[in-house]
Structures are given as structure tokens and as C-alpha cells.
């Protein structure tokens, strides 16, 4: 359920953003002036699509230097990936605590995004939001990675 909602938020982002940047070329070639609101959108559409895409690559599909892995035991290889795995867990935790920090100043300071005038925590609530999603991710794959080595070993 969780990959679900991942894979649409990022599908989402990308689909706006794609829409806004094509929009924003027809207006600068037919207007002669861009959209402003377009480069505003997508910047924070941006952060919230790259969290949501480590958080869909955690399924091992991401690029990894597997060196030392592929030369150790199988426990050996479990704790690696699983320490490697627990430090990115709480690099995403710290991310949501300050994060939350940010947006809670955000919006006591009242700030507002450049072009739009939008209450600036909206959009920096992207950022512990997706570090969360990523948080879960990471999470879920220690799980899931613990689960398989010790269905292999009881075999």
C-alpha cells in the first residue's frame, strides 16, 4: 500500500511538472514571457518527487557499490546492508525533525512563496513529509531483507 501511494505521488509530481514546463516554453515562445508560477511549482514539486524517488528505489533497484558485499558471508552481507540501511533510516529521521523545525517557522514568521504569495510552510512541508516516506522505505526494506535471510537460513 505504501509503494502504491510512493510510486503515485512521484508519478503526480512528474506529470505536473512536465505539464508546467511545457506550458511555461509555449508561453515564452508565443508571449515572449515565461510563467513565473511554473518555475515556482516545479522547484517544490521537484523536492517531494526526489524523495518520493528514494523511497521507490529502496527496493534495492538504486546503484550500489557491491565490492565488499559480494565477497563476505551472507550474515556479514545482512549486517552491512542493514547498518547501511538503519544510517539512512536515521538521516531521513533527522530530516523529519528539522524539517518539521523549518515549516513550524515557516508559518510563524508567515513567510510567502516569491511569485505566488503561498504560505511558504505548504511547500516546505514536502520536505519532512517525503524524508518520511523515505524514513518508511528504508524501514520496510530492513524488514523485508531480515525476513529473507532468515527464511534462507532455516532452509
Same mark, same amino acid.
Given at each position: 500500500?505504501?509503494?502504491?501511494?510512493?510510486?503515485?505521488?512521484?508519478?503526480?509530481?512528474?506529470?505536473?511538472?512536465?505539464?508546467?514546463?511545457?506550458?511555461?516554453?509555449?508561453?515564452?515562445?508565443?508571449?515572449?514571457?515565461?510563467?513565473?508560477?511554473?518555475?515556482?511549482?516545479?522547484?517544490?514539486?521537484?523536492?517531494?518527487?526526489?524523495?518520493?524517488?528514494?523511497?521507490?528505489?529502496?527496493?534495492?533497484?538504486?546503484?550500489?557499490?557491491?565490492?565488499?558485499?559480494?565477497? !563476505?558471508?551472507?550474515?556479514?552481507?545482512?549486517?552491512?546492508?542493514?547498518?547501511?540501511?538503519?544510517?539512512?533510516?536515521?538521516?531521513?529521521?533527522?530530516?523529519?525533525?528539522?524539517?518539521?523545525?523549518?515549516?513550524?517557522?515557516?508559518?510563524?514568521?508567515?513567510?510567502?512563496?516569491?511569485?505566488?504569495?503561498?504560505?511558504?510552510?505548504?511547500?516546505?512541508?514536502? !520536505?519532512?513529509?517525503?524524508?518520511?516516506?523515505?524514513?518508511?522505505?528504508?524501514?520496510?526494506?530492513? !524488514?523485508?531483507?531480515?525476513?529473507?535471510?532468515?527464511?534462507?537460513?532455516?532452509?
Amino acid at each position: 500500500m505504501l509503494s502504491k501511494i510512493e510510486k503515485l505521488v512521484a508519478c503526480v509530481c512528474v506529470s505536473i511538472m512536465a505539464v508546467l514546463v511545457f506550458v511555461n516554453v509555449i508561453a515564452r515562445y508565443v508571449f515572449g514571457n515565461s510563467l513565473a508560477v511554473s518555475d515556482e511549482m516545479s522547484t517544490y514539486l521537484f523536492v517531494l518527487m526526489s524523495f518520493m524517488g528514494t523511497a521507490v528505489a529502496r527496493r534495492k533497484a538504486h546503484l550500489g557499490l557491491s565490492i565488499v558485499t559480494d565477497h !563476505v558471508s551472507p550474515r556479514a552481507r545482512l549486517i552491512i546492508s542493514m547498518v547501511m540501511y538503519a544510517i539512512s533510516a536515521l538521516f531521513c529521521l533527522l530530516i523529519v525533525i528539522f524539517g518539521i523545525q523549518m515549516v513550524i517557522s515557516q508559518y510563524q514568521m508567515g513567510q510567502e512563496t516569491a511569485t505566488m504569495q503561498w504560505p511558504e510552510w505548504i511547500y516546505g512541508s514536502f !520536505v519532512p513529509i517525503g524524508a518520511a516516506f523515505a524514513m518508511m522505505a528504508f524501514l520496510q526494506t530492513m !524488514v523485508q531483507m531480515y525476513k529473507e535471510f532468515k527464511a534462507e537460513e532455516d532452509k
